[in-house]
Nanobody
Framework: QVQVVESGGGLVQAGGSLRLSCTASGLRFADNFMAWFRQAPGKEREGLSC????????LYADSVKGRFTISRDNTKRTLYLQMNNLKVDDTAMYYC?????????????????????WGQGTQVTVSS
């Protein structure tokens, strides 16, 4: 059974930083690309970033490019999202996901919902 668990969310002032972490069990972590999504109230889920299984290839949404950095440590089976210069608009539930199917050493944040394993999310709230 695959289990994805996020941590690190919280309340931060605009301009501040947070680092999210995600662990995944029940799968061969190093064989899967990983990704971060978020969903704000009343809005659709938004793909933020992904990282290939080796960590060599990454993608970022324009909304977070230059502010967020995705990384992974396969020895610790852990995914990270370093979020800097946070804005009020970054307030959302943040979800970690693992690819359900092979993508070589690439990644995507535009696959179907059912093509990922999902965590329960961690709340990030940015105050002004």
């Amino acid at each position: 059974q695959v289990q994805v668990v996020e941590s690190g969310g919280g309340l931060v002032q605009a301009g501040g930083s947070l680092r999210l972490s995600c662990t995944a069990s029940g799968l061969r972590f190093a064989d899967n690309f990983m990704a971060w999504f978020r969903q704000a109230p009343g809005k659709e889920r938004e793909g933020l970033s992904c990282i290939s299984r080796s960590g060599v290839n990454t993608l970022y949404a324009d909304s977070v490019k230059g502010r967020f950095t995705i990384s992974r440590d396969n020895t610790k089976r852990t995914l990270y999202l370093q979020m800097n210069n946070l804005k009020v608009d970054d307030t959302a539930m943040y979800y970690c996901s693992a690819a359900r199917r092979d993508a070589g050493d690439y990644c995507s944040i535009s696959w179907l919902y059912s093509d990922y394993y999902w965590g329960q999310g961690t709340q990030v709230t940015v105050s002004s």
